[in-house]
């Protein structure tokens, strides 16, 4: 086996170890995490990235974004989103808090 071949089949195996790990911390996750009529999402704005992953998965309709000035003046940037919670809307699926990249959404007791 050449050395190519050998990094090849390495980096194989670590990518197999890394998606293995990532399932189970995901699987962990989702059984951590309360669903249903007695919670509702809420996020956390200074972990919010405002990326819209919660946007896109909630087929509530019951998120939305919205620009929030920075609370420094040494960065400039003309965007700033963060995720609201629509309380009334929120059904409590737990479908934003598992696609949260930044775990900035968590569920709460109504």
């Known amino acids: 086996m050449s ?3 050998e990094v090849q089949k ?4 670590e990518a197999e170890r890394i998606e293995k790990s990532m399932a189970k911390m995901a699987e962990e996750k ?3 995490v309360g ?3 007695l919670f ?9 990235i405002g990326c819209d992953q919660c946007m896109i ?8 974004l919205y620009d929030l000035p920075l ?12 995720a609201r919670i629509l309380r009334e809307q929120c059904t409590g699926c737990r479908l ?10 968590t569920m709460i007791d109504r």
């Open 30 to 32: 989702a059984e951590s």
């Open 96 to 105: 934003c808090a598992l696609a949260c990249p930044t775990n900035a959404i």
């Open 40 to 48: 509702v999402a809420f996020v956390d704005i200074d972990n919010c």
């Open 10 to 13: 390495r980096r194989q195996l």
């Open 71 to 82: 609370r420094t003046t040494g960065l400039e940037s003309e965007v700033n989103k963060k």
């Open 57 to 64: 998965v909630c087929d509530d309709k019951a998120i939305e």
């Open 3 to 5: 050395r190519l071949d």
């Open 35 to 37: 669903e249903g009529e």
